[in-house]
């Protein structure tokens, strides 16, 4: 066994590759399910305090764009340092304080069993996108640009409706960011079985921002139908 591998050096090469990439793989799942629990901590504090709901709109839409680049800006200049994955979980509790606000919302127009229901529907969506990742065998690479500039315009018209308020154009906006980031979700998991993301902790943040906004995407799209059922 061993005068074959020798004989064939791209065997070896080629498996040390598999390992790595498995590795990573491997370390983003365990990271990503750690993250949950400093998100759910969060957003218990915050719906506990009222600590987000206290702000106004425009307060608190500073303190999310701030707080959240700041802390992304940190995870990546520290990815590759042991601060990396302590920046990662405060990041996650800061995501989660600030979900707290229209988990709150959310509880006092439509109840708990949406907020579960949307759980188990962005979880449904999460393995889903992680099954397609080991099955669809065609690059992916090409979706990137286009993920890209369809989270920027959806970026762009969110902020418009945070002006506007209409609930319609909230609806259209929330069906389709829930496609566009579990897209993304597909694509980030991908990447790494593709051994383009190499790092355990981007890779991890690239699929949490998208798990976060498919269930944040859901849940206004569950909470919007609740209040309106009453």
């Known amino acids: 066994m061993n005068q074959s591998v020798q004989n064939y050096p791209g065997l070896a090469g080629g498996g040390a590759l598999a390992a790595d990439r498995n590795r990573v793989l491997r370390n983003t799942y365990w990271l990503l399910a750690l993250s949950m629990v400093p ?8 719906v506990q305090t009222g600590i ?4 106004s709109p425009g307060v ?5 764009l701030v707080g959240a680049f700041g802390l992304m800006f940190a995870i990546e200049k520290f990815k590759n340092s042991a601060a990396g994955v302590p920046i990662l979980l405060a990041f996650t509790f800061f995501m989660g ?6 988990i709150s919302v959310v509880l006092a127009t439509s109840g ?3 907020i579960m229901l949307a759980f188990g529907g962005t979880g449904a969506i999460f393995l ?40 319609v ?11 566009i980031f579990s897209a993304f979700i597909l694509y980030d998991l991908r990447r790494v079985r593709d051994g383009v993301e190499t790092n355990y902790i981007t890779a991890t943040l690239g699929v949490y921002l998208s798990i976060y906004n498919v269930f944040q995407f859901m849940l206004a799209l569950l909470g919007i ?4 059922d009453d």
């Open 169 to 179: 154009l909230m609806i259209v906006l929330a069906v389709l960011g829930m496609g």
């Open 52 to 55: 987000a709901r206290a702000m």
């Open 225 to 228: 139908g609740g209040s309106s």
């Open 97 to 102: 304080l600030m979900l707290s606000r229209l």
């Open 112 to 114: 708990p069993g949406v």
């Open 39 to 46: 998100t759910v901590l969060g957003a218990w504090i915050g």
């Open 60 to 64: 608190g839409l500073m303190v999310f």
């Open 128 to 167: 889903t996108m992680a099954t397609l990742s080991s099955v669809i065998k065609r690059d992916l690479g090409g979706m990137g640009k286009f993920l890209t500039i369809g989270a920027i315009m959806l970026f762009v018209a969110l902020l418009a409706n945070f002006f506007l308020q209409s609930p």
